[in-house]
């Protein structure tokens, strides 16, 4: 008898905004399992912020790598630029503080 996972894989999307340089977030990276796990890693290494929210994982796994954020979803991804604006003012990266 086959044993089933009772967990889904994990799934990550990152994103990437450069103010003045793009017109909107663009998605640059996702995948489930492994290649998801790889993006947290990666993530965590550089100290990117993470952020749980599977409905928002859902809306951004249906955009293409290398694609910006339709304007369906400014008002979402604004909020999660708010989150990581509000993180980086409270802990300050060592560049931040020279």
């Known amino acids: 008898m086959k044993k089933e996972n009772p967990l889904p894989p994990k799934r990550a999307v990152s994103l990437q905004y450069k103010k003045g340089k ?11 399992g492994w290649v998801a796990e790889n993006i947290i890693k990666m993530a965590r290494e550089n100290n990117i912020p993470i952020r749980e929210d599977k409905d928002l994982l859902h809306l951004l796994s249906e955009i293409d790598v290398g694609q910006e954020v ?10 999660l630029l708010a989150w990581v604006y509000q993180l980086n003012q409270n802990y300050p990266s060592s560049e931040q503080r020279k």
Do not use: F, N
């Not at 793009?22 to 489930?32: R, S």
């Open 22 to 32: 793009h017109a909107a977030p663009k998605v640059t990276a996702k995948g489930q």
């Open 70 to 79: 339709p304007e369906s979803l400014y008002k979402v991804v604004a909020e």
